[in-house]
């Protein structure tokens, strides 16, 4: 098969290595990559939300499927762009797709359908949104409404924080995305991430994540695109799972089916598991960067006849095998992110530390210019190591991290440690 993978992050180097090693695949390409990515696809030259350049590019080289890895052209309808092209694809429809386009629309869903979720209300004014924090009790939860590249929810912890916040969001902090807000909140408990494949009816759940979204060691600093991530997540035992089955997916997927916007692809649940159980924070719809890279690191199955699966109404066939061992994934950023950061700046050491063992380095932000990587965006590296407890997992990514020469980059230094602290407590 010809497979095209859309995007640029670790996410899609962590898909594209995957999908290398599948038999079924003849020829991987990436649209549009990045410095990693080309020493094992063909990456081509087309931006991820040119949807016209896309579907050509698709139908010119007869494209027999297309693995849709970032939220932005999948709600722009790439997926409808190349379904009307007659090219199969990976990821919802335009329609489906809102469940992460409009925080709004996700909210309402599961008010609509006693999905568990934090109390809200939307609102389009800045002095509505007011009047309703000074109703509320602090800290409280304030989101652009539309897609911000992980960064449009902010925990404000005064009044004055909250109308600021509201303020800048209605100014034009979050662009577009924030012409709308939604104001819920404030959930306590530890957050987890829990994916199923669907076809738009069955399901199939995979591996237990957990991400580490703020920027600084403890989860403090603004929240970011994602700091790191570890699989499986302790804190998603049996009991949990079931409940985030029976209570968030399950309605989730037959809502979706009865509003007549079946939802296939990945189906990405955001969790907070709260003394009440697992509740609903966001939906997202495409695998997590970067906890794409821990569950392909762990993932032992073909991944591409699962993924064609969810396009053919084909996945109560499919079965996947995990490596018992655990992965965890440390995000090497540039110094500065998520504020402003520079960029071009040249890093060594990469192949030192792809030759640990147990080690696996994924590209995010870079480019490769004269045989040299340079940093290119924020996020830069997903360093991913595998151990059999966390502990040894994290000791490995960070022997990997030490191995890299990038002064204008950084890191988390705790990525795990909830997890850690589970298992020095033994529970």
Request: glycine share 12%; aromatic share 6%.
């Amino acid at each position: 098969m010809k497979v095209l993978v859309i995007g640029s992050g670790g996410r899609e180097h962590a898909l594209c290595w995957a999908l290398k090693k599948s038999p079924l695949v003849e020829r991987l390409y990436c649209a549009p990559g990045n410095g990693g990515i080309e020493e094992i696809a063909d990456c081509i030259d087309i931006g991820a939300e040119d949807i016209e350049g896309i579907v050509d590019f698709s139908r010119k080289e007869a494209m027999d499927f297309v693995v849709i890895g970032p939220e932005v052209p999948l709600v722009l309808g790439l997926a409808d762009k190349l379904a009307n092209a007659g090219i199969k694809s990976f990821g919802p429809s335009a329609a489906a797709a809102a469940l992460e386009g409009s925080k709004g629309f996700m909210k309402d869903l599961c008010r609509e359908n006693n999905i568990p979720t934090a109390a809200y209300e939307r609102f389009d004014n800045a002095d509505e949104a007011k009047a309703y924090v000074a109703r509320n009790s602090l800290p409280i939860v304030i989101k652009a409404d539309g897609l911000a590249a992980g960064k449009g929810v902010i925990i404000a912890t005064t009044l004055s924080e909250a109308n600021e916040t509201i303020d800048d969001i209605f100014d034009g902090l979050f662009g577009g995305a924030g012409a709308e807000i939604v104001i819920e909140e404030f959930l306590e408990g530890e957050e987890a991430s829990f994916f199923v494949l669907t076809d738009g009816e069955n399901f199939l759940p995979l591996a237990t994540a957990q991400d580490h979204k703020a920027v600084g060691d403890g989860d403090t600093g603004p929240n970011t695109g994602g700091m790191g991530a570890y699989s499986p997540a302790p804190v998603m035992t049996p009991e949990m799972i079931a409940a985030t089955i029976d209570k968030i997916i399950k309605p989730t997927i037959a809502a979706m089916k009865g509003r007549g916007a079946p939802f296939t692809g990945v189906l990405y649940a955001g969790l907070m598991i709260t003394k009440d159980g697992p509740k609903l924070i966001e939906y997202n719809v495409r695998f997590g960067d970067p906890e794409c890279q821990v569950l392909c690191a762990r993932m032992e199955s073909d991944l591409l006849p699962a993924l064609i699966a969810t396009s053919n109404k084909g996945l109560a066939d499919i079965k996947l095998r995990w490596r018992d061992e655990t992965a965890l994934v440390v995000v090497m950023a540039a110094d500065g992110y998520p504020g402003s950061y520079e960029k071009n700046t040249a890093i060594k050491g990469l192949d030192e530390a792809a030759a640990i063992d147990d080690v696996l380095v994924f590209h995010a932000g870079t480019k490769c210019k004269d045989d040299t990587i340079l940093a290119a965006g924020g996020r830069v590296l997903g360093i991913t190591g595998l151990g059999k407890t966390v502990k040894h997992a994290q000791k490995k990514a960070y022997s990997g991290v030490n191995a890299i020469n990038w002064p204008q980059g950084f890191c988390r230094s705790d990525i795990g440690w909830r997890a850690i602290k589970r298992e020095e407590q033994g529970t």
